[in-house]
Nanobody, 124 residues
């Protein structure tokens, strides 16, 4: 089992940048595919980005492609989400998720481990 804790959220103006971090504790972090999802009130949690254990496979939602970058540092047990050119529609609670010994996917149902979330608010 792995425990995940997100940080780095906050309030930013449109066009600005934020970097989210997700620190993992517990079983071997490098064995997990990791993902970032986001959710706004009244809507389902949606996929943002995911990365394989090695970093060699990465997926992005079309809505963030070219603006967001997912990366990981297995030595630090941390996965990152660099968010640039932020838009008001990126406002959401952002969650990191872990998938034990599997390829990264874009489906939230494939991830068994979740952090508590960090709020990102983009003002226009």
């Amino acid at each position: 089992q792995v425990q995940l804790v997100e940080s780095g959220g906050g309030l930013v103006q449109a066009g600005g940048s934020l970097r989210l971090s997700c620190a993992a504790a517990g079983r071997t972090f490098s064995s997990y595919a990791m993902g970032w999802f986001r959710q706004t009130p009244g809507k389902e949690r949606e996929f943002v980005a995911s990365i394989s254990w090695s970093g060699g496979i990465i997926y992005y939602a079309d809505s963030v492609k070219g603006r967001f970058t997912i990366s990981r540092d297995n030595a630090k047990n941390t996965v990152y989400l660099q968010m640039n050119s932020l838009k008001p529609e990126d406002t959401a609670a952002y969650y990191c998720a872990g998938r034990w010994v599997g390829q990264p996917t874009m489906s939230r149902d494939d991830y068994a481990y979740w952090g508590q979330g960090t709020q990102v608010t983009v003002s226009s």
